[in-house]
């Protein structure tokens, strides 16, 4: 069973995340960022990974900690339960509509990281979350389960449904590439990822 749990504590936040690969979508999220809950539960749900993630940050300075922290323990907790990588399609990629909103992610679980980021989201706040903490939370994760994400804003102007659709483009685009394909073997010409 692919799965894994992390605890990070630091000065700033005190998270705790489970993660099973092979879940339904269950989530049950507590990050004390609101806007970043209902993300997270929408990743969960579309990439169907059961997930469990608590955090208690210095959220009263802002919540730039807590949002980069659990990028951190998001993409540990994936690279934990990729192993050595061995069996799983690799690649995987989401065009997802969401109202006048069109997000594009693609990914490469290819062990370098690298980030190439053009959602341009119209407004810097989203109720009180700040958007470009996105980023943020993204770089983040590749750093800790190196990957080549792209995630790119074809079209619309809602800050609410880009960065929606963002999350949730990236669950399926993951789902797709941490699938396995039956065949036990890492998916590359170097013998290893």
Known sequence: MRTSEITRNTAETKIQLKLNLDGTGKSSIDTGVGFLNHMLTQFAAHGKFDL??????????????????????????FQQALGDKRGITRYGSFLLPMDEALILSAVDISGRSCLCYELEIPTEKIGTFDTELV?????????????SLHLR??????????????????G????AAVALDGSNEIPSTKGVL
Do not use: W, Y
């Not at 802002?62 to 907790?77: F, K, M, N, R």
């Not at 980023?135 to 990957?147: A, N, Q, T, Y």
């Not at 809602?158 to 949730?168: D, L, P, Y």
């Open 172 to 175: 399926r685009a993951l789902k």
């Open 52 to 77: 469990t993630v608590t955090c208690n940050g210095d959220t009263d300075v802002d919540d730039h900690h807590s949002v980069e922290d659990i990028g951190i323990c998001l993409g540990q907790a």
């Open 153 to 170: 804003r074809i079209a619309g102007t809602n800050s609410h449904h880009i960065v929606e659709g963002a999350f949730k483009s990236v």
């Open 135 to 147: 980023e943020e939370f993204f770089l983040g994760f590749v750093r800790s389960c190196p990957m």
